[in-house]
T-cell receptor
Framework: GENVEQHPSTLSVQEGDSAVIKCTYSDSASNYFPWYKQELGKGPQLIIDIRSNVGEKKDQRIAVTLNKTAKHFSLHITETQPEDSAVYFCAAIPGNQFYFGTGTSLTVIP | GAGVSQSPSNKVTEKGKDVELRCDPISGHTALYWYRQRLGQGLEFLIYFQGNSAPDKSGLPSDRFSAERTGESVSTLTIQRTQQEDSAVYLC????????????FGPGTRLTVT
């Protein structure tokens, strides 16, 4: 099955700085790569996703890049704000099942 | 509401008792997923439904765990003879179709086995 690794597990940045979270996957059949944000006491919520026919996607302060050859994808958050503090999960989908990374706890320091 | 709902939000049970966790997906979503999330950990896949069928039960940790879905709607996750290691948040998600479609998550049920 698919194996998704996510780094770093924790990340602290100053407000206004950028944050980058990286994931690697193993199954070349994976063709959909969503990123979820989970706030304390809530379920994860999709913030951005990318499909395998695209190398980069941007939505305001959030961007995702995908390198299919190297089997890795990254989440970039620019101009971070305190409300960006949460746990972020990447996922790779080779079929019908989502394979999630282990999560990154992001803290934005005001 | 339009989102995924789960009940109860919190459940405290004694070791050895059975528990039932309920998930109401978004209307019209054919796929439904159950995950377990231990404190500070990632999402552990348990089972998914396509309609009322469960093509993949590979994530269920033991035969104490079972799930069903009826009417292509509500799903129930049952844990029999609960153990302390079952303590976790159980998350349900639904999507329009299985696979490359956004999963919408419920708020979860926090299960504590004492």
């Amino acid at each position: 099955g698919e194996n998704v690794e996510q780094h770093p597990s924790t990340l602290s940045v100053q407000e206004g700085d950028s944050a980058v979270i990286k994931c690697t996957y193993s199954d070349s059949a994976s063709n959909y790569f969503p990123w979820y944000k989970q706030e304390l006491g809530k379920g994860p919520q999709l913030i951005i996703d990318i499909r395998s026919n695209v190398g980069e996607k941007k939505d305001q302060r959030i961007a995702v890049t995908l390198n299919k050859t190297a089997k890795h994808f990254s989440l970039h958050i620019t101009e971070t704000q305190p409300e960006d503090s949460a746990v972020y999960f990447c996922a790779a989908i080779p079929g019908n099942q989502f394979y999630f990374g282990t999560g990154t706890s992001l803290t934005v320091i005001p | 509401g339009a989102g995924v709902s789960q009940s109860p939000s919190n459940k405290v049970t004694e070791k050895g008792k059975d528990v039932e966790l309920r998930c109401d997906p978004i209307s019209g979503h054919t796929a439904l997923y159950w995950y377990r999330q231990r404190l500070g950990q990632g999402l552990e896949f348990l089972i998914y439904f396509q309609g009322n069928s469960a093509p993949d039960k590979s994530g269920l940790p033991s035969d104490r765990f079972s799930a069903e879905r009826t009417g292509e709607s509500v799903s129930t996750l049952t844990i029999q003879r609960t153990q302390q290691e079952d303590s976790a948040v159980y998350l349900c998600a639904s999507s329009l179709l299985p696979g490359n479609y956004e999963q919408y998550f419920g708020p979860g049920t926090r299960l504590t086995v004492t």
